[in-house]
T-cell receptor, first 112, second 115 residues
Framework: SQQGEEDPQALSIQEGENATMNCSYKTSINNLQWYRQNSGRGLVHLIL???NEREKHSGRLRVTLDTSKKSSSLLITASRAADTASYFCATDARDSNYQLIWGAGTKLIIKP | GAVVSQHPSRVICKSGTSVKIECRSLDFQATTMFWYRQFPKQSLMLMAT?????????EQGVEKDKFLINHASLTLSTLTVTSAHPEDSSFYICSARTVINQPQHFGDGTRLSIL
């Protein structure tokens, strides 16, 4: 089942620019995770941010979490053509029996 | 680390055929494995959750007699699509997890096409 909404649904930017994707959810969570999916492939885990954390970095990725607004954002800085993919957020919560609840995804296209 | 191998990557077969998809965790023990279905340009739809040594828990609307799941060991789960029909054509993805509150690790998916 899906509880998350992501925006934008699609994003097309020039290489070198920053890309920001947003995710909203509905219930209390233990953590929120971001994944990347290249076309026709499985998903790759990017970052996990716990409910008591507000910001997390990994290389060119920065994730923020605002539990009061039930939202998260993923920022990719200095984008590269290889960042072209779909990005999904997923929430992990005891109420969902620790199954991931997935957002609809954002398709990111980086133009060279 | 945390590699999940899924085979086959692509299957094309005739209607009525049963198809088995394997999901293996190569370098860790997966207490829980998940099977998803993904339609074009959509998010993941959870089909079932399986824990090693116990029966799979199916999501509402997923026919357990149609989609047989076996999680015989801590490193292997299989999904068998029985008597597949064209409407079963889809992208099937497995994932594995060691403990709760940790990320899932995904296989590369199986593209199933039923003629």
């Amino acid at each position: 089942s899906q509880q998350g909404e992501e925006d934008p649904q699609a994003l097309s930017i020039q290489e070198g620019e920053n890309a920001t994707m947003n995710c909203s959810y509905k219930t209390s969570i233990n953590n929120l995770q971001w994944y990347r999916q290249n076309s026709g492939r499985g998903l790759v885990h990017l970052i996990l941010i716990r409910s008591n954390e507000r910001e997390k970095h990994s290389g060119r990725l920065r994730v923020t979490l605002d539990t009061s607004k039930k939202s998260s954002s993923l920022l990719i800085t200095a984008s590269r053509a290889a960042d072209t993919a779909s990005y999904f957020c997923a929430t992990d919560a005891r109420d969902s029996n620790y199954q991931l609840i997935w957002g609809a995804g954002t398709k990111l296209i980086i133009k060279p | 680390g945390a590699v999940v191998s899924q085979h086959p990557s692509r299957v094309i077969c005739k209607s009525g055929t049963s198809v088995k998809i394997e999901c293996r965790s190569l370098d860790f023990q997966a207490t829980t494995m998940f099977w998803y279905r993904q339609f074009p340009k959509q998010s993941l739809m959870l089909m079932a959750t399986s824990n090693e040594g116990s029966k799979a828990t199916y999501e509402q609307g997923v026919e357990k007699d149609k989609f047989l799941i076996n999680h015989a060991s801590l490193t292997l789960s299989t999904l068998t699509v029985t008597s597949a029909h064209p409407e079963d054509s889809s992208f099937y993805i497995c994932s594995a997890r060691t403990v709760i509150n940790q990320p899932q690790h995904f296989g590369d998916g199986t593209r199933l096409s039923i003629l």
